[in-house]
């Protein structure tokens, strides 16, 4: 019971300072509407087919995650709370709490740019709801689970932004390519059995990395 | 140890006459004839060479997850050492089976690189240790850097079979073994190559394998003497 | 002799192989007795 309640406080407190500051909230949606704002005034009249669309919708999520997920263990560097957080909560209770908090970060994040793509793009008509609804569910927990272990990893290097994204593109670039294949078939109105093999890699790499994970970030927090 | 080196020697030298002197014929009548595979012809001596490059590169990774496993249960540094000479000569041997097998793709299919899923998945790879080699030269503190990397190298070399040995074989493609080829999945492990051929093709993977555990002992020792030298001057 | 050159490239390609393979296998040979002797180096200190 103890081991549940230090993960919900771990969360209650990310959540808690995140609204009291909106750092990470702020920069998110900032960089998602001027992203937004360049592909609109790039693609003005052109005729955007489904494979360009999801494409675009990705790279607009994994370049907001990039610039705003790492805060996660950053931010704790930066403020001196390591020391605390290892004294107060088991390893494995840090983690679960940050995974948690970055999942209800990154899930928020893609619902905004799923409203901002639906009233900007006229023809982001989503035909397969339900295949849509689970690929930006599951794609978004496996960004959060693989960006959360490498925010721990980085976040006592130097150059840490640029160190982030170099280390999160390759490890979440087979999620990428299966996500954005997967809304580009919910676009088209593919039907649910042919996308579910992009489902099972989705859930594969989920299990992978949140187990692999659990496993390894006692030696990554601990000194 | 000796004598694995000149093993090696001599069994690369046999690969590389033998690979590329034995002709082909489209009926082969003796053991000194290679097999004339349609479409491929000539090219086809690459596989002696471009085989052995990939396997020795995923052994690079692996071996260089095992030490990273060993040191963290160790914290012996000697074991980081070992970890990152062989994720180095993974890295080597990943350069080289991408550019033998794009030069190949150059004759076999009309351009250098195609985005087919096995080239994709070996340019993923890259990214992935070339990212471990970053990890490490933004990380101050030897014990902090030998720890890192060795969770990343596991990370790392979990990925490494996925993407050389599975992800291919899944995904349909143009390089041979993909999903839909018609000859097979694992032609080298159904012994689709004809006698002969397997022997050349296996002397070359033991030879170019014996040559990585050299390369390995020796890089090994160069990064110990160099830490040594660190320590002595301190 | 160009046409010595050409009807022969197969043994051209096979000796010019042969040489960078005999050429990385010196350096390699070099590069060992190099560490071989640093690491004596240590041993007597």
Redesign the interface.
Known sequence: MNYLFAIWAIVAKDVRSELRLRYALNALLMFVVTSLAVIIIAFQDSELNPEILSALFWIVIFFTAMSGLSRIFVSEEERGTILVLQLVASPSAVYFGKLIFNCGLTLLLSSAVTLLYVIVFPTFVIQSLVIFVCTVFLGSLGFASASTMIAAIIAKAQAKSTLYTVLAFPVLAPLLITVIYATALSIQGDIWSNSIPQFQIMIGYLCVVVGFSFLMFDYVWKD | MNSL?VLS?IL??FT??AG??VPMAPQPQSIFEFPDIPGLGETARIIFFHVPAAWVSVLGFLISLYFGFKY?RTKEYNYDIKSVSAAGLGMLFCVLAMVTGSLWAKFAWGSFWNWDPRE?SIF??L??Y??YF??RS???SDE?RA??S???A??AG??APFFIFI?PRVIGGLHPGAEGDSSGSIPIAQLKMPLNMYIVFFTGLVGFTLLFI??LN?RI??VS?EH?LLI?DQ | MSEFLSQNQLYIVLIVTLFIWIGIVLYLVRLDRKISRLEEQFKED
């Open positions: 080196k020697i690369i030298a590389i006459f590329i002197t963290l994709t993923i790879l990214l992935i070339g990212a970053a990890l933004a990380l101050g902090i720890r890192l060795a969770v990343y596991i990370l979990l990925t992800m050299w390369l020796v020792r160069a003497v040594q002595k």
